[in-house]
């Protein structure tokens, strides 16, 4: 029976991580273009380029979080209905205390959003087939 939860454990990672990689930014980037946000955005850097900036991070910043919100919806949902049969959650065992300093996942969420807001530009740019109006014009 390990054999058999072991091969698809593998099985259901080549179904969820070119899921929640390639799949689920493509369909948040492509929802975001049948509103017409990119294209309302990218007007904006000609006429009012303080306003680009703004709106450019911020909606970045949001698609990063529903992109991320929506691959753990995936994984918590994957794994209460049995899906994914992922190796169980361990529990943290240590003799040492828990640190008092939390400053690290600051730090680390941060540069993870950061990570995933570039993450989120080329997923928009590639789905959308746009060029982004802040490089120079290709000849």
Wanted: net charge neutral; no cysteine.
């Amino acid at each position: 029976m390990e054999k058999i939860k072991f091969v698809t454990q593998r099985i259901t990672g080549l179904i969820f991580w070119p899921l929640v990689i390639v799949v689920v930014p493509y369909i948040v980037a492509k929802v975001g273009q049948s509103f017409g946000l990119w294209s309302a955005i990218d007007s904006q850097y000609l006429f009012n380029p303080v306003a680009f900036w703004i709106l450019f991070v911020v909606s970045r910043a949001v698609y990063a979080v529903v992109f991320i919100a929506v691959d753990m919806g995936i994984h918590k949902i994957g794994t209460s209905k049995g899906f994914f049969w992922f190796a169980p959650e361990r529990e943290y065992y240590s003799s040492r205390p828990d640190p008092i300093d939390q400053s690290g996942w600051i730090v680390g969420g941060s540069a993870a959003l950061f990570i995933v807001m570039f993450y989120a530009e080329l997923a928009i740019r590639l789905s959308t087939m746009t060029d982004p109006p802040y490089l120079p014009a290709s000849n």
